[in-house]
Every structure is written in C-alpha cells, then in structure tokens.
C-alpha cells in the first residue's frame, strides 16, 4: 500500500523529489487507484512494465491519438499501448466491425469466416507465410513456434538474443534484462534467468546469443548448429529500447541457419509495422517462420505464428494425431480476428509510408532537442518506433543500452506527463495512424520544455554513460 504520510522528498530525496512531487499534485485520482488496487493486486499491479514510481497512472478513456486519466488530464499518447494500438483508440472501422460481430457472437466451437479471410489475407501481404496458425498473445504464438521447431528439426536447444523479449513463457525469460554484474561475457552471454520459478533446466536448454555482433554470432552457431532447432530474434529489440538489427546482420543469421539446417523465427510483435509486409520485407530476409502478435489484434488479444508449410504441418490435425496440439478455446475468437483484419486494410502501404516518414522526422527533432539542452541522448528505431537512451555511444545492442542512465529518464518521462505527453515509462514509444503533424510537433516542443530540468538535474554528476560495470563513465 502508498503511504500517504511520507512524502516524496522523504522517499526520493531533494534531488529527484520535484518531478514526483509535480507528478503527484496533478494525479490524486491516480494515486487513490493505485492505493485501492494495491488491496486486491499484489503491488496493485497486473503488467509488471507498467509500474512506475510514485505509482502508475489509471485511465477513464482514449479517444483517437489522446487518453484521459481519472484526474481528468488529457495527454497525447505515444505508447499504443505499446505499439499495439496502431490506428489509436475508438477508430470508428474498428468500432464497427467489433459490435457487428459481438451481435453474432464472441467465440463458436467450429471454424469461423473470419478465421478463413484473416488467414487469407496474412499470407496474401507476408511473403514468407504459407499457413497460418491462431493465438491468443505473441507469448503463445513464440511457444508454439519454438514447439513446432523442435518437433520439425528433432532438436532441443533454443537460441535467443540477448535482450530480447519473446513473451513471458520459460525458455525465452532468460537474459531479457540481465544486469551488467551477471551477463558475462559481450562475445559469449551468460544464460541468466529473467524470474524466479523456472524450471531447473531451462538453462540448459537455452543459448543466449548477442545482438549485432555477426562474428561472435557466427562462431557461437557453428560451435553449437547440430544441436540448434530455432534462433528466435526481434528484427528491432522492442523492450531493450527499440534497437534495429543491422541488415548484414539479419543476412547473416538468414545463411547460417539456412546452411546448419536450423530455422530462423522473426518476433515480429513489434516490428511487424515497419514494412507492409513486415521487418523481413524491410530487411529483405525470409525467415522459416514468424511470430505475430500486438497490432495485429487491432487492440484485441491476438497472436499469429506462420510460415513454411512444412513446418507449420506439425500442427495439422486432418489425417492423423498432429505431431504438436494446439488446443485453447479463445483460438481464433471472431471478435479478435475481425478487428484484426480491419487494422490490416487501414494499414496501407499509403499509412505505412506515412508513419515511417513521421518516425524519422520525430527522431532526428528529438536528437535535436536533447542536444540543445546539452543532454546525451541516442535516440534509436526504426520505421514509426523510437526509444530514448541517456547516453554517449551509439546503443546497438542491449549491453549498450544498459549504460543508460535511467534516473534521467524517469524525469524524462513523468514531466513528459506534465507537459500532456505520455511515453513507455522505460523510455519507448511509437506512433500511430492517428498522429498528425501538429502532435508529433507538440511532442517535440513538450521535450524542450522538459530537457532543461533534467539537464540541471544531471548537471551536478557531470553527465557520463554508465560503464559496463553499472557505473559512470566508460
């Protein structure tokens, strides 16, 4: 439970009390919310990212491009429910195929139309998906494509990137976000658990693998191919701050694979929306199979994996027991999947353009703006996401993010908040197709409002990226 009789320069100390306290003076409403949730939640809380001190913010409604929290406080909203909102909130296409489909039903036990012409047109846009399969999240739809490529390859171990988050399942909860004291070696990643409770073998069964460093990469699978089922990896590392894959580094993982006969899976959760058809078209690399989820639900629950036809019939029920069940009642829910096809027919190649366009813009004015206020920030992404990194070196990896120095961006983000702005309390962000120019410049303007507090804030410690080692400098 918040107490309510320690304030915020008890808790947080004059130096970093006045955007609490700023934050706290404009979100009573809020912060009452969090204290009541907090009796039936454990910390008040059911999406752990969310959390954020002195306590979360609660929502009423979003309309378009805005949300409004309990207090009433209007704010731009930048995150897309972490990208998952691509057209906003309350898009009138969407809203109306939803309540066409709640009128004939939420769920059937059968096959639906909807299941046949989403499926349809997934493998119409994305060149690599020949079968489609339905989930209910991009957690589920990374599982079963990780089952069906030990089943299909007869191997056992998993190699993930270092960094990456592939959903909330055993195997891929390792080295999401390991400290600088527990992830080894930069060239040879330490296998470390993301959470408490997994199985005493997933270490064992998972090979962490760094991002953006072809040779290490390269020599870490040859030493291990014959044992490798899959390299699952995010062609832009969402949650480590929104990092795009060099391409010759995505070709290199594509000739590799391809030669020790290992596939190569793409979480495109997140980075599906760079491209029409997706970051593999962008890049120009096929993977054997690919991971849906997010914007692809049209803000409903929903996950995709696809891809070769081969692989995908390990699934396939028809002729005999499938070599990997798939059971799950809310599979291929109509509502889910008619919201997801209206996202995909708003989702142009008109609007994707757009939103690439508006992306570049925002990060390059963003930079701007930092440096202005003598701030060092790299500001990264890719198409229509950006993340923020208070730091010197260019981040290309989750070890150079981890120099970030995240009091700074704390401030960042709750005066953001002040200024009607909000972003991913962990410095993130997207657009969406109901963003227009005016938005992305107010956006800008509430940054150069904002930099030059946390620069006076930062001035005292002489501003330096953390090391490797957590600290200052190097």
Same mark, same amino acid.
């Given at each position: ?196 409770g997994l199985a005493p073998q997933v270490e064992s069964t998972v090979l962490v693998l760094p991002f953006n460093e072809e040779a290490a990469m390269r020599r870490l699978l040859e030493e291990r ?9 995010e062609p832009v590392l969402g949650s480590a701050g929104m990092i795009p894959a060099d391409a010759d580094y995505l070709r290199m993982l594509r000739e590799v694979t391809q030669r020790l006969g ?103 004015? !963003? *930079?701007? /703006?930092?440096? #202005?206020?003598? =701030? $060092?920030?790299? +500001? ?23 120099r970030s120095d995240k009091d700074l961006r704390h401030r960042l983000f709750l005066g953001l908040i002040g200024e009607g702005v909000l972003i991913d309390p962990r410095g993130t962000g997207c !657009? *969406?197709? /109901?963003?227009? #120019?005016?938005? =992305? $410049?107010?956006? +800008? ?30």
């Open positions: 439970m918040i107490d309510s009789n320690i304030t915020e320069r008890d808790r947080y100390g004059p130096a970093v009390a006045e955007p609490y306290e700023t934050y706290a003076a404009v979100t009573p409403a809020s912060r009452r919310c969090a204290a009541q949730a907090a009796a039936y939640l454990p910390g008040g809380d059911s999406r752990t990212p969310l959390f954020h001190a002195p306590y979360p913010l609660a929502f009423e409604e979003g309309h378009g491009c805005r949300v409004v929290d309990l207090d009433g406080n209007e704010l731009l909203d930048f995150t897309g429910n972490h990208s998952s909102l691509i057209h906003g909130y309350g898009h009138p296409r969407l809203l109306e195929a939803v309540a066409d489909q709640l009128r004939k039903g939420t769920a059937f036990p059968g096959l639906t139309r909807p299941q046949v012409e989403f499926a349809r047109q997934l493998c119409e846009r994305v060149e690599s998906l020949e079968l489609v399969r339905f989930t209910n999240s991009g957690t589920e739809a990374t599982l079963q494509a990780v089952r069906a490529a030990r089943a299909y390859t007869g191997r056992h171990l998993l190699v993930k990137i270092e960094g990456g988050y592939n959903g909330s399942w055993d195997e891929v909860m390792v080295s999401t976000h390991p400290s600088a004291e527990v992830a080894g070696d930069l060239e040879r990643p330490a296998a470390v658990p993301a959470t408490e191919g014959p044992s490798i089922a899959a390299v699952i990896v290992i596939l190569l899976v793409f979480d495109e959760v997140i980075s599906f929306r760079v491209a029409y058809g997706g970051a593999q078209e962008h890049y120009g690399v096929s993977p054997d199979l690919t991971c849906l989820g997010k914007a692809i639900g049209g803000g409903l629950p929903l996950g995709v994996v696809g891809g070769r036809s081969d692989i995908m019939a390990v699934f396939d029920p028809s002729e005999h027991a499938p070599r990997v069940p798939h059971p799950g009642s809310y599979n291929a829910n109509p509502l889910s999947l008619v919201a997801g096809a209206v996202s995909l027919e708003l989702l142009t190649q008109g609007e994707v353009d757009r939103l690439n366009r508006h992306g570049d813009a925002l990060r390059s004015e !963003l *930079s701007a /703006a930092f440096a #202005e206020a003598g =701030l $060092a920030v790299q +500001v990264t992404g890719l198409g229509s996401l950006f993340g923020i990194h208070f730091v010197r070196r260019p981040v290309k990896s989750y070890r150079d993010a981890l !657009l *969406s197709t /109901a963003l227009g #120019e005016g938005e =992305l $410049a107010a956006f +800008v303007r509430a940054v150069r409002k904002v930099a030059p507090s946390v620069a006076e804030a930062d001035g005292p410690r002489g501003h330096e990226p953390l090391g490797s080692d957590g600290r200052r400098g190097g």
